[in-house]
């Protein structure tokens, strides 16, 4: 006989009490028999909503907008996608088929490669299979019967991963109309609710990853619960391809990357001055706080390497030279360089906090495959500093670090997340030096008086740290800052200072990379405006038009002027039509262009089109004034 439970759901915010029988199938506690529930969590476990209730507590109700209702969704939409391949192409055979971050795949093993007409056909079949509303069902069967009903039905792929699991184990399938596919689950009630689907594209990839096994044809896909969201998604994803940075670098003529040298970055003039003005900004804001810049070696020693960890532990991301007799490596960072450095000389507590800066080229052997336009590169520099501070300043220090990553990511108009990562099990010291410096680690945070994330037991092992994502205009988050303590280094290298007693006292460094690399963050920069650059950060800030060869002289002149009033000018003295000038501008992503004819060369004016949208005639003196007001920093302006 079923019995009655008291049950606890959880549906958004709200929570509910609700006495059921514990027989009856989840679905029976959602509100309202609300469509839009996809399945339920129970403790840990992700459940369908056909399941029984059984002795639950506290049961979660999971839509499209909880990361694991969406996965349930997704990787639904992955079997619709198999069941439509199977009613095209019956004598296709099913791989497997998860969910992604933003969507799915299936890897299928088929006849024939597919066409683009393939793929309309194939979103056309899936659309059917929606429209019928299929319920899906799951059935729990032996291991030998489910053996039996995959070979009956001809996938070889399923046989083999049910090959794999121990005998004896239950074995999930999940049934929706004619078709039925080997899985553990969770899925939606029926095909129904999988509304608004897309195909995105192909690709192949061998059945396990093992080259020795046949090529499946991988094909991806999206899928939300109303065509609007679909629509917001794709165009997003559009958006996002029109901004990346590798097609703007070239159009604009930014940078180049080139076989000759895989990973490394050939910049060209305009990119340059980029990366140049975003190093200068850095640098700027560090001098006000009182780093001081070094420049120590970019080639060691193995002894070095030995001594700083890195032989043992990051030898395989180095770049190495074995030159006749020697050995050396290239360095991947400069803390050892620094650590060197301080530990040359005799130090007093009255010279910490010492904080070196340092923007020397650095490489690390990424692997081809992972190169990735400006965001994953094998030379780099970095706005790297190694703070040497006595332990009791390290809080001042963090709060110094987190005032100059907002000075710094204001004036690019980007938010940035935290996460506070804090001791691991594998920590090496003494637990009352981590407890200290977490104490003040949290100190500095709580003045700042930002939310942040805290990941316990995520930090180094030779210290804490916290993690910066910067939020770009897209709401895309990028790894960029990150600011490490580290007790071990100091050890290591022996460093220490003289206290105010005399005794020799061991100082904590502190890493610390604002930007991260800056060739990274210049990508990040161009993607988050879309290579439209405000006025005092793009590279070329005004273009002098001449319309006719009779003004060319005049607007070289321009250019002069704007130069020594120090605006990034050049004149386009090609003898091309007006418009076609104007057009090239445009493409180019000039802020502001500056036409001159016969009228303006006579009366000394010029005549004005920005992107900012004003547009007019000027006085030509008045307006480099008001032009060098405009191309001043956001900061010195507010
Ligand atoms: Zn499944
Ligand atoms: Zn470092």
Redesign the pocket.
């Known amino acids: 006989m079923a019995e009655a439970v008291k049950v606890l759901v959880q549906s958004g915010d709200a929570a509910e009490e609700v006495l059921v029988e514990s027989s009856a199938p989840l679905a029976s506690v959602v509100p309202g028999e609300d469509p839009a529930v996809l399945a339920a969590q129970i403790g840990d476990q992700v459940v369908d909503l056909t399941r029984p209730v059984g002795p639950a507590a506290t049961v979660r109700l999971l839509r499209f907008e909880d990361a694991e209702g969406r996965r349930v969704f997704r990787?639904?939409s992955?079997?619709l996608l198999a069941q439509a391949v199977k009613r095209l192409w019956p004598d296709a055979q099913l791989g497997t088929?998860p969910a992604l971050d933003d969507g799915y795949y299936y890897d299928l093993h088929l006849p024939e490669p597919l066409t683009e007409a393939d793929l309309a056909r194939l979103e056309q079949a899936m659309r059917d299979i929606v429209v019928e509303s299929l319920p899906i069902r799951r059935e729990e069967l032996t291991r030998e019967a489910a053996l039996q009903l995959f070979q009956a039905r001809g996938e070889s792929f399923k046989q083999q991963i049910i090959e794999r699991i121990p005998e004896g184990t239950a074995i999930s399938v999940?049934r929706q109309g004619e078709f039925v596919?080997l899985?553990?689950?969770p899925?939606v009630p029926n095909t129904g609710v999988l509304a608004a689907i897309k195909l995105t594209s192909v690709s192949g990839a061998y059945w396990r990853g093992d080259e020795q096994q046949p090529m499946m044809t991988r094909v991806y896909g999206t899928s939300f619960p109303t065509a609007e969201a679909l629509k917001a998604h794709l165009d997003r994803v559009e958006e996002a391809k029109r901004r990346d940075h590798r097609q703007l670098g070239q159009q604009l003529g930014l940078f180049q990357f080139r076989d000759e040298s895989p990973g490394f970055v050939f910049w060209l003039p305009k990119g340059l001055k980029l990366f140049r003005r975003v190093e200068a900004l850095s640098r700027w804001l560090q001098e006000q706080l009182g780093y001081e810049e070094v420049m120590t070696p970019w080639i060691y020693k193995d002894t070095l390497w030995k001594r700083s960890g890195h032989w043992d532990h990051y030898q395989d991301d180095m770049f190495l030279i074995d030159q006749r007799e020697e050995h050396l490596g290239v360095k991947p960072m400069n803390c050892p360089g620094h650590a060197v450095l301080f530990g040359s000389t005799v130090r007093s507590y009255r010279e910490l906090p010492v904080k070196w800066a340092e923007y020397s080229p650095l490489s690390r052997f990424e692997r081809s495959g992972a190169l990735h336009g400006l965001l994953r590169v094998r030379g780099f520099h970095q706005d790297d500093a190694h703070l040497f501070v006595r332990p009791q300043q390290i809080q001042e220090q963090i709060r110094e670090v987190l005032e100059l990553i907002d000075r710094l990511y204001g004036l690019f108009g980007m938010q940035v997340e935290v996460v506070f990562s804090t001791r691991p099990q594998d920590y090496l010291g003494d637990l009352e030096t981590w407890e200290d410096a977490e104490r003040q680690l949290s100190a500095a945070l709580a003045d700042w008086g930002r939310p942040y994330q805290l990941n316990p037991g995520d930090g180094a092992f030779y210290g804490p740290k916290l993690d910066f994502n910067a939020i770009d205009s897209l709401g895309r988050r990028w790894q960029t800052s990150t600011v490490q303590l580290d007790y071990q280094m100091p050890l290591r290298f022996d460093l220490s200072y003289t206290e105010s007693d005399g005794s020799r006292v061991r100082p904590v460094m502190i890493h610390r990379a604002i930007l991260g690399s800056v060739e990274r963050f210049v990508g990040i920069l161009i993607e988050h405006y879309a290579g439209d650059f405000p006025l005092w950060l793009a590279p070329l800030q005004a273009r002098v038009i001449p319309i006719t060869d009779d003004e060319a002289d005049r607007g070289r002149e321009m250019v002069r002027d704007l130069r020594a009033a120090g605006i990034r000018a050049e004149v386009d003295d090609r003898s091309e039509k007006l418009g076609k000038k104007i057009r090239d501008g445009q493409l180019d992503k000039v802020p502001v262009l500056l036409v001159v004819g016969a009228r303006e060369r006579e009366v000394g004016t010029v005549s004005v089109r920005s992107r900012a949208g004003d547009s007019g005639v000027y006085d030509w003196a008045r307006y480099v004034e008001e032009l060098v007001q405009q191309a001043a920093l956001p900061l010195a302006r507010g």
């Open positions: 990787h639904s992955a079997h088929g999940y596919d899985c553990a689950g899925h």
